[in-house]
């Protein structure tokens, strides 16, 4: 029946919006933690020790 689907399609409507801007948020995340490696790799005789693990810890825990 459709006024069953319109209705249930409204009532998820909410859900539906989140799940999509959660997967969105996790692409990017994982773009800039791709930027963030390829970066280190090429330029981490620009930063400090301290710096560095940081970043890499930062990333280690994201990848958990």
């Known amino acids: ?12 409507a ?3 919006m989140n799940n999509r801007f959660l ?3 996790k692409i990017k995340a994982e773009q800039l933690i791709s930027q963030l490696e390829s970066a280190l790799q090429e330029d ?4 400090e020790d ?3 693990n940081t970043l890499k810890n930062f ?3 994201y990848y958990k």
Do not use: F, G, R, T
């Open 1 to 12: 029946d459709y006024m069953a689907m319109l209705k249930q399609s409204h009532e998820h």
């Open 14 to 16: 909410e859900e539906d």
């Open 23 to 25: 997967i969105a948020v």
């Open 44 to 47: 981490a005789q620009l930063l």
């Open 50 to 52: 301290h710096q560095i």
């Open 59 to 61: 990333m280690e825990y």
